[in-house]
């Protein structure tokens, strides 16, 4: 049941009203039978796997909770790493790393039949678990006491807004929400659905309009050179940010209806000035997930500098692989943790150079120069993140300054439109009014992303009079209906 879907969108009201129609002590109960619903909607055999999830942890964690000798509890939530874990290495791992085992093999000259696993990877399933695993770390560290109720336990690890694709929740965040109780309020019901409004309009007029475009292109990269693959990376740049925060924005709308507040997990991460920025705004759930559960357990940046090496690109090889089970997206965890590397080895010599009084009245320009680098060195990274294999990302990368001459000829004779139009090789008519459109959306997205750097936009829509404020929300939902993509288009990271 996706969320631009009209199952959904029949499915969420009703969800509602049934919430707030029942007894307060009833409605936890209610929500998790109405996730159970959601996610059995894709598939019902893979309840199963949450059940696990959710079981293991909530057992787990009461036995970690009332141990006292440390051996013991390490080798209860070692038990509890393995359940959640192992479960996430089965489904999505274990056909990739069989693959890499029997090709060494070969190369020693050996023969080993490896079986292959033929399943579908269970939606969700690396957001749970985490989720799952979190909660366990947190009991065990003495952060949390660990929830007796099973019922909202469940609850934790499968609530519907976000159980397929985040944010990743902090059991301190969200379990006692579970425990309050909750009412109809207009304020909440205001800022919902502002949240899931803006959230439609990221991925049905933009992400939407740009998955065609770019899949084309990245279906066959050989096919095409230059400034075709250049455009097709910058609008997978703007694709993937629109697809994910577009679903966070619903989720997060959806649960504030509801009365429950998520995380947020994006701060318009392309207005970044470095790749620390990048991080501390982009899918922070993950980037906070992988620093409180794996960074600083490994020591962090408190044992020398070779450590802290070693520990940086432990994370980012990991934060790769979470993504996908391919080399691919090792190689983008690699990048960004060169990226990382080259920004704390030279942040004393920029430190330097932003104290002489030259630097200092560039301070304003210079800052967009950054943002400007910044949001290039991301783009770039993203072409190993999209491509379907190495050897595609590495055409790509060696193909993006062919024939930009030819294309510099027909921008300067024909016009933009006549170059997009060569870019992508269609003709006149639907593909053209849909490129259009991605680009005039994707436009809109930015500068209002732009304002909201500089202001606070939910302060100026709540002081503004009631009819600026519904002109604007008309305004989206009329571009969204008009010019939107439809057609239950899956989300990204779905597949993740």
């Not at 922070?284 to 520990?311: A, C, H, K, Q």
């Amino acid at each position: 049941m996706l969320f631009n879907s009209l199952p959904f969108l029949m499915f969420f009201p009703v969800c509602v009203c049934a919430l707030f129609m029942i007894p307060g002590k009833w409605r936890p109960a209610f929500l998790l039978a109405a996730s159970y619903f959601f996610y059995m909607s894709w598939k019902p055999e893979y309840l199963f796997l949450i059940l696990i999830a959710t079981l293991s942890a909530y057992y787990l964690g009461l036995k970690i909770a009332a141990q006292r000798h440390p051996g013991r509890r390490k080798a209860l939530l070692a038990a509890a790493l393995c359940v959640n874990l192992g479960m996430l290495f089965g489904f999505k791992y274990f056909n990739f790393f069989s693959a890499q085992t029997d090709a060494l093999f070969r190369r020693c000259g050996l023969s080993w039949d490896i079986p292959v696993l033929t399943v579908l990877l269970p939606v969700g399933i690396s957001f749970f678990t985490f989720q799952a695993v979190g909660y366990v770390i947190d009991v065990y560290r003495g952060d949390v006491e660990p929830e007796r109720r099973l019922g909202i336990f469940a609850l934790f690890i499968s609530f519907f807004p976000q159980l397929v694709a985040g944010p990743i929740e902090r059991s301190r965040n969200l379990l006692p929400q579970f425990l309050r109780k909750t009412g109809p309020d207009p304020a909440r019901f205001t800022d919902g659905l502002r949240l899931m409004l803006w959230g439609y309009f990221k991925k049905i007029a933009v992400a939407d309009n740009l998955s065609p475009f770019v899949d084309k292109i990245y279906a066959a990269p050989q096919d095409f050179t230059g400034l075709q693959l250049i455009i097709a990376t910058y609008f997978f740049t703007l694709q993937i940010y629109c697809d994910f925060s577009g679903y966070t924005d619903i989720a997060r709308g959806a649960a504030r209806i509801m009365g429950y507040d998520l995380m947020p997990n994006f701060r318009r991460p392309y207005f970044a000035a470095s790749m620390e920025e990048f991080w501390k705004r982009w899918h922070i759930s993950l980037s906070t997930w992988f620093r409180d559960y794996v960074y600083i357990p490994l020591g962090g940046n408190r044992r020398g500098e070779r450590r802290r090496i070693l520990n940086l690109a432990a994370v980012f090889l990991l934060s790769g692989l979470w993504h996908g089970a391919n080399w691919t997206f090792v190689a983008w965890g690699a990048l960004h943790c060169a990226y990382i590397m080259c920004s704390l080895w030279t942040r004393a010599a920029a430190r330097r150079l932003h104290g002489l009084s030259m630097f200092r009245i560039l301070a304003g320009p210079g800052r967009l120069v950054k943002i400007f680098f910044t949001f290039h060195l991301v783009a770039f990274a993203w072409i190993f993140f999209r491509a379907g294999s190495m050897s595609d990302a590495l055409y790509i990368v060696t193909h993006l300054g062919a024939n930009l001459g030819g294309s510099a000829d027909i921008l300067l004779r024909y016009g933009p439109v006549a170059l997009l139009k060569s870019v992508f090789s269609f003709g006149a008519g639907v593909e053209t009014i849909n490129a259009m459109a991605a680009i005039l959306s994707a436009g809109i997205l930015l500068a209002v992303e732009a304002a909201t750097a500089r202001f606070n936009a939910k302060n100026i829509l709540d002081n503004a009079p009631a009819y600026a404020r519904w002109a604007a929300y008309y305004a989206v939902a009329f571009w969204i209906i008009v010019f939107g993509s439809f057609g239950d288009k899956s989300f990204i990271y779905f597949q993740f």
